[in-house]
């Protein structure tokens, strides 16, 4: 079946500007997350929604970064006001609802954003 | 604090030699262990897993990996490389209690001799 798709797979923008990136994971996966991977920071967990619960927003890097999941399915990943620093690798991730599917994350192919 | 370590940035082996990546792990909890390999401009695919019971654990492309308590260790291994298997690879812990999040070493960039 399809997996994690994420859009754009390439973002070029300039400092100062808000960029919103997308995440559709495998149809039936309740739990989403976004994950960072730079050069300097390596991979690194964002923010973490399941089901209907209070996302995990533990590992957003400032308050620049929000996300939000629609309808329990798409997510989207907001910038605000980039900074050359956001450039990286933006990865989302689903995995399945219950006590032995939901250790396993699926990533999608990443967004590569860069910020001028 | 919660951490992953991968010793080797880089490895080269010859195609057809063994291989073996290292990844020990630091974690309060019982943790789930997993390996994953990233091709260039690709995301991540899972490679194998651990969550319990036997722990030496299949995965795909005939990679194995033994989980190692007294050793918090979790390495990687091939018995024979080939060439498509140059790549980075990726360990990572993760637990129940922490939403299962993953916590990724830093990564080791597998590099095949001809």
């Known amino acids: 079946g399809a997996g994690v798709s994420q859009s754009p797979s390439n973002k070029v923008t300039e400092k100062g500007k808000d960029v919103e990136l997308r995440c559709d994971p495998i149809?039936?996966?309740?739990?989403l997350y976004w994950y960072r991977q730079s050069l300097g920071q390596g991979l690194e967990f964002l923010i973490y929604f399941q089901g209907n619960s209070a996302p995990d927003k533990s590992g957003l890097p400032s308050d620049r970064f929000s996300a939000e999941r629609t309808g329990g399915s798409v997510s989207t990943l907001t910038i605000q006001r980039t900074q050359q620093e956001d450039s990286a690798v933006y990865l989302c991730?689903?995995?399945?609802?219950?006590?032995?599917?939901?250790?396993?994350?699926?990533f999608g192919p990443g967004t590569r954003l860069l910020v001028l | 604090a919660q951490s992953v370590t991968q010793p080797d940035i880089h490895i080269t082996v010859s195609e057809g030699a063994s291989l073996e990546l290292r990844c020990n792990y630091s974690?309060?909890?019982?943790?789930?262990l997993f390996w994953y390999v990233q091709s260039p401009g690709q995301g991540l695919q899972l490679l194998l897993k651990?969550?319990?019971?036997?722990?030496l654990v299949q995965g795909i492309k005939g990679f194995e990996a033994e989980f190692k308590r007294s050793q918090s260790s979790f390495n990687l291994r091939k018995p024979s490389v080939h060439w498509s298997d140059a790549a980075e690879y990726f360990c990572a812990v993760g637990a129940r209690d922490s939403s299962y999040k993953l916590i990724f070493g830093s990564g080791t960039r597998l590099l095949v001799r001809p």
């Open positions: 651990y969550f319990s019971g036997d722990t």
């Open positions: 991730a689903s995995s399945a609802q219950g006590a032995t599917n939901q250790e396993t994350q699926y």
């Open positions: 974690y309060g909890a019982t943790p789930y």
């Open positions: 149809s039936g996966h309740t739990a």
